[in-house]
C-alpha cells in the first residue's frame, strides 16, 4: 500500500510540473515605453540662447540622474521574466556627446544607446527586428561649467523578436503610390503631421512613427505594429494641439486597413497616449476612440478580472515611493478580436521592481503591459 502511495505521490508531482504545450494560435506580446529620462519641452519652447543652454543641460542632468543604462536592464529582466514572442519599445534614445563638456560628472551618465545596452543585457535572447527612427537632431551645442560639448539625440521605436521567433519587416515604402508612407523611415515610416518647433538653434522637427513585423507564431501568421503618438497636449498652453496625435491616428488607421492582408491576424500595440476616458475635445477624435470606431478590439476589456489596468505615469525623476500610475496609455489592440485573452497584465509597476530592487528608480515612467492571446 506504501509503495502504491509512493507512486501516487510521484505521478501528481510530475503533473504539477507538466506544462501544456501552447495551443497554435496562442500569442503573447508587449510594449513598454523607454522613457529617455526627461521632459524635452522646456528646449523646444527656451526663447533665447541662454534658457535654450539652461534647459539642454537640465534635461542631461536630469536623464543622467535617472541612471538609464540601470535602468534599460530592468526592463530587459521584465522581458526576460515575461518570455514574449515579440516586444514592441518606444522611446528607445541614444545620446552621443562630444567635447570637453561631456565628462562633467552631472552629466556623464546621459550618454547613453539604450537600444544597444538594451540587447545586451537580452543576451541574445531576444533579436531586433525593425526600427523606425523619430527624433534625430545631430550636434546641438552646449556649454557647461565653462566647457564646451555637443549633443546628438536619436529616438526609435523597435520591435524586437524572441531568438525562436522568425519576422520581417513590412515594408510600407512599397505603398507610396497609395499615398501610404511618404516619409519613409529606417524599416517604417514616419507621420505626414507632426510638430514642429522654432528654437534658437533653429527648427526642429519632433517626428512620430510606426513600424510593423510579419511573424508566424505557431500556426498562426500575424502582423504586429508599434507606434508612438504624440502627447494628448504637446504645447500645453494650446488645446488645440490635440489634434496632432488624433490626425496620426486617423493616418495609422488608413494605413493599416489599406495594406494589412485578411489572412493575417493584426495586433497594434504602443504608447497611444490616449486613453479610453480621453473625450472628444474642440471636435477633435482623440486615437483611443479613432480605434475602436475603426473596429479595433482594446484587448485588456477581455482579460480576467478588474484591474484598472493603468501604465501612466511615474513622476519625471523617477523618485516617487509608490506608483503614480492613474491613466491607462500603453495599449495592445487587435483588428479581429482574440477567441480569449488569458492573461494581460502591467509590469515594471511594483516596488519590487524598482532598480536595484525595490530601493531605487522605477525601469521607467510608464508600466509595460503584456497580453497573452489566444486567436
Known amino acids: 500500500m506504501r509503495r502504491h502511495l509512493v507512486g501516487l505521490s510521484l505521478f501528481l508531482i510530475s503533473l504539477s510540473s507538466f506544462t501544456p504545450p501552447a495551443n497554435a494560435a496562442d500569442i503573447k506580446v508587449m510594449s513598454q515605453n523607454q522613457y529617455l529620462g526627461a521632459n524635452l519641452f522646456p528646449i523646444l519652447a527656451a526663447p533665447d540662447g541662454d534658457a535654450f543652454n539652461a534647459a539642454v543641460v537640465a534635461a542631461l542632468q536630469q536623464i543622467a540622474a535617472n541612471r538609464p543604462a540601470e535602468r534599460v536592464k530592468a526592463q530587459a529582466a521584465e522581458i526576460l521574466k515575461e518570455q514574449p514572442a515579440l516586444v514592441g519599445l518606444q522611446e528607445v534614445f541614444e545620446f552621443q556627446c562630444s567635447g570637453p563638456g561631456c565628462s562633467d560628472p552631472s552629466i556623464a551618465a546621459a550618454f547613453t544607446d539604450h537600444l544597444q545596452d538594451t540587447l545586451d543585457a537580452l543576451n541574445g535572447a531576444y533579436v531586433l527586428k525593425a526600427t523606425v527612427v523619430d527624433l534625430n537632431v545631430p550636434g546641438v ?6 566647457q564646451s560639448a555637443a549633443v546628438s539625440v536619436l529616438d526609435r521605436d523597435v520591435i524586437l523578436a524572441r531568438a525562436d521567433v522568425e519576422a520581417t519587416p513590412v515594408n510600407y515604402a512599397a505603398f507610396q503610390n497609395l499615398g501610404i508612407c511618404l516619409k519613409p523611415s529606417a524599416d517604417g515610416c514616419n507621420y505626414s503631421f507632426v510638430l514642429s518647433a522654432t528654437t534658437p538653434l533653429g527648427p526642429i522637427t519632433v517626428e512620430r512613427g510606426y513600424v510593423a513585423v510579419d511573424a508566424t507564431v505557431g500556426d498562426q501568421a500575424y502582423r504586429l505594429v508599434n507606434t508612438h503618438l504624440d502627447e494628448q497636449f504637446p504645447n500645453p498652453a494650446n488645446p488645440l494641439s490635440q489634434i496632432y496625435q488624433a490626425v496620426q491616428a486617423a493616418e495609422l488607421v488608413q494605413v493599416l486597413s489599406a495594406t ?7 495586433i497594434l500595440l504602443g504608447d497611444m497616449n490616449s486613453s479610453p476616458v480621453h473625450p472628444v475635445n ?12 475603426a473596429g479595433y478590439t482594446d484587448d485588456w476589456t477581455l482579460r480576467p478580472g478588474t484591474l484598472p489596468g493603468y501604465t501612466c505615469c511615474q513622476l519625471d525623476n523617477l523618485s516617487n515611493l509608490l506608483p503614480t500610475l492613474s491613466e491607462r496609455l500603453d495599449l495592445v489592440l487587435s483588428r479581429n478580436a482574440p477567441s480569449s485573452v488569458k492573461d494581460a497584465r502591467v509590469v515594471g509597476a511594483t516596488a519590487s521592481d524598482r532598480t536595484p530592487p525595490g530601493l531605487g528608480l522605477w525601469p521607467s515612467d510608464h508600466g509595460g503591459v503584456t497580453a497573452d492571446m489566444q486567436f
Open 260 to 266: 494589412t492582408p485578411s489572412d493575417r491576424s493584426l
Open 141 to 146: 551645442p552646449f556649454s557647461i561649467n565653462g
Open 282 to 293: 474642440n471636435g477633435i477624435i482623440p486615437p483611443y476612440q479613432q480605434f475602436i470606431a
